[in-house]
């Protein structure tokens, strides 16, 4: 990497990153392959009780998410985990995963290590007009939607690539 492409420093907080509302999530962009010459990405999301992801794997791209608030259930290769404020849950990449949220609401950072998939939400979603949940006359994208966008997206962003799966075995 010669110094043109060396990512530079910065600093954005979650008042001022740019924030969309898409598929019942509002989702703050805190760093995009922009910001990091595609190394990685960054989003906080605030998601409302239920079903958050369903089940999905990225090819290449590993996942990690950090609870600050709330709780949810992750499912990696149809086991369950638990987390709660303060857990941090790592997907590599290519591992079959969903989560659900257990609580009221949760609030989370999500990464994605190399950086791609947050234009799947930024060329789906809507930009928020608070830092919110979207409200209820924003009507949820289904699933179709995303997998349109992706075959846009990987184009350029090939890490967004995302298998989307049938239902777990609970």
């Known amino acids: 990497m010669n110094s043109q492409n060396k990512p530079q420093a910065f600093e954005v907080n979650n008042a001022e990153g740019r924030a ?10 805190l760093a995009t392959a922009e910001d990091t010459n595609g190394a990685y990405s960054c989003i906080e999301e605030l998601i409302p009780h239920g079903l958050a992801a369903p089940p999905h794997i990225h ?5 990690t998410f950090y609870i600050m608030e709330g709780e949810a259930t992750f499912f ?4 369950p985990i638990q987390a709660t404020a ?7 990449r290519g591992t079959k995963h969903a ?3 257990d609580s009221e609401i949760v609030r ?30 924003i009507p949820s994208s289904t699933i179709e939607q995303p997998l349109r966008a992706m075959e846009q997206v990987i184009q350029k962003y090939p890490a ?8 777990y075995k609970n």
């Open 108 to 137: 989370l950072i999500n990464t994605y290590v190399p950086a791609g998939f947050e234009y799947m939400i930024i060329e789906t979603a809507e930009p928020a007009k608070a830092r919110t949940l979207p409200p209820a006359s």
């Open 86 to 92: 303060g857990s941090f849950v790592s997907i590599p």
């Open 59 to 63: 090819e290449a791209a590993d996942e």
């Open 160 to 167: 967004a690539k995302t298998n989307f799966l049938q239902g």
């Open 99 to 101: 989560f659900q949220v």
């Open 76 to 79: 990696v290769e149809d086991q």
């Open 20 to 29: 969309y509302w898409g598929m019942g999530i509002l989702w703050i962009m």
